[in-house]
Every structure is written in C-alpha cells, then in structure tokens.
C-alpha cells in the first residue's frame, strides 16, 4: 500500500457546490488524471482539513461519499485507500476529453454537457415514474 503524496485537492469557497462535493470531485478528478492508483492511501481527513482549511467533518463527508460509492475502502487503522474503481475513471479520461472538445467545436457549454449528462438514461435503463 502506498502513501499518495499527489493528490491536487482543489476547493472554491465562492462556488455554490458544498465543500464537501468539491473535495470528492477532486479525488475523483485525481483518480481519472492518474494522480491516485487502486491502493493508494489517500491523507487522513485530519491531515486534508488542515491543509485545505476546512473542518474535519467536511473531508469525513467527502470520503464517506466516496466510499458508498465503491471509490474509496476506509477502515480503522488503515486509513481511506483507494480501491479498483479508480481504473475505469483513468480509462475513461481520453474519452471525455474528446468528448469535451467536440462540444467545445459545436459551442455547447460545459456546463450544458454535464447537465446533458446527468438527463442522459443509461442505453438499457427502465424509464422512470
């Protein structure tokens, strides 16, 4: 198990998105750019409260959102290590990219295409309602 030293965590205190969302998306973010493996030890929440500035119980949420989501293994003693997925994120980031920039060619927003992407069913999902 490795220690992750590279981890760029980013926060904007002016965003309207809770400090905890932009803690998570900014693993998630370190995971699809590579920054963190399966395996990594990610810093304790102590440790990033700290170095970020905000409370403890903020990167406690954070982490605990990525663990129900199958990101993170958090377990007393061991700390949060990042588990197997993380890969699809690393494998995906090509794809989003491209995606990203072809967008960007037809002049659509980013921030339309995240809210395409959310409105988006998977193929073979069951219509809700």
Do not use: C, K
């Amino acid at each position: 198990m490795r220690y992750n030293n590279r981890m760029l965590i980013r926060i904007d205190p002016t965003r309207d998105e809770p400090v905890f969302a932009q803690l998570a998306d900014s693993i998630r973010a370190d995971a699809a750019a590579g920054r963190i493996s399966p395996g990594d030890r990610l810093p304790s929440a102590r440790e990033v409260a700290a170095s970020v500035g905000v409370n403890l119980h903020t990167v406690l949420h954070a982490y605990q959102e990525l663990r129900d989501e199958g990101l993170l293994d958090i377990r007393r003693g061991r700390g949060a290590v990042v588990t197997d997925a993380a890969a699809p994120l690393a494998e995906l980031r090509g794809d989003v990219e491209a995606l990203l920039r072809r967008a960007r060619e037809l002049g659509v927003p980013r921030e339309a295409l995240v809210s395409l992407m959310r409105d988006v069913r998977e193929p073979d999902a069951e219509p809700s309602g």
